[in-house]
């Protein structure tokens, strides 16, 4: 986890890569409450990339630089893009699309998808076009989800398990009592 002195580091280069910006002690001190369950690493690399994106003309914020983090861990997991998982549910069909067929997936997340749209459905389906569209609308979903989870501060995560919230790894009992409260 980033320390103190690393995240005014990160901030010392960013007011140095953005002269405008009158980055003080306060800011260092907002920026290392919002930033230190983050790797040391991890934050210099994705302040690194914030200040070498093209067009970039103000300091990344604290949600930036966050944003940022994720980026370079969903890069580096090598997480499927919406048509690439697309692809790998087609070629699941091909090889295990028979009715004992158990498919094998890359990732939770495309997982998830197949389950929540229907692994059979997706298997009998004669409306590829269709299909295809609401797969890959359902796992982006899945991946925004999942990264907006993952960059919870631990703080914020907390406070909304506590309070019952349900997120994407809760147990599927949140799920059922989050829709039945729903329908009432």
Same mark, same amino acid.
């Given at each position: 986890?980033?320390?103190?002195?690393?995240?005014?580091?990160?901030?010392?280069?960013?007011?140095?890569?953005?002269?405008?910006?009158?980055?003080?002690?306060?800011?260092?001190?907002?920026?290392?409450?919002?930033?230190?369950?983050?790797?040391?690493?991890?934050?210099?690399?994705?302040?690194?990339?914030?200040?070498?994106?093209?067009?970039?003309?103000?300091?990344?914020?604290?949600?930036?630089?966050?944003?940022?983090?994720?980026?370079?861990?969903?890069?580096? !997991?090598?997480?499927?893009?919406?048509?690439? $998982?697309? %692809? /790998?549910?087609? =070629? &699941?069909?091909?090889?295990?699309?028979?009715?004992?067929?158990?498919?094998?997936?890359?990732?939770?997340?495309?997982?998830?998808?197949?389950?929540?749209?229907?692994?059979?459905?997706?298997?009998?389906?004669?409306?590829?076009?269709?299909?295809?569209?609401?797969?890959?609308?359902?796992?982006?979903?899945?991946?925004?989800?999942?990264?907006?989870?993952?960059?919870?501060?631990?703080?914020?995560?907390?406070?909304?398990? !506590?309070?019952?919230?349900?997120?994407?790894? $809760?147990? %599927? /009992?949140?799920? =059922? &009592?989050?829709?039945?409260?729903?329908?009432?």
């Amino acid at each position: 986890m980033a320390s103190h002195s690393d995240v005014a580091k990160v901030v010392a280069k960013l007011s140095a890569a953005y002269p405008n910006w009158n980055a003080n002690e306060y800011t260092i001190e907002v920026y290392y409450e919002d930033l230190k369950d983050i790797s040391r690493d991890e934050l210099e690399f994705a302040a690194q990339h914030c200040r070498t994106e093209i067009g970039r003309k103000f300091a990344p914020s604290v949600g930036e630089l966050r944003g940022a983090v994720a980026d370079l861990r969903r890069a580096s !997991t090598n997480l499927p893009d919406s048509y690439q $998982a697309w %692809q /790998e549910v087609q =070629k &699941q069909i091909l090889e295990n699309g028979g009715d004992y067929g158990i498919p094998v997936w890359s990732n939770s997340l495309v997982e998830e998808a197949v389950r929540r749209m229907g692994w059979r459905n997706l298997r009998m389906s004669e409306d590829q076009v269709s299909d295809r569209m609401r797969f890959l609308q359902c796992y982006e979903q899945l991946v925004e989800r999942a990264t907006k989870d993952e960059m919870l501060l631990p703080e914020v995560r907390e406070f909304i398990e !506590t309070r019952g919230g349900r997120l994407l790894n $809760a147990p %599927q /009992e949140h799920m =059922k &009592q989050l829709a039945a409260r729903m329908t009432k």
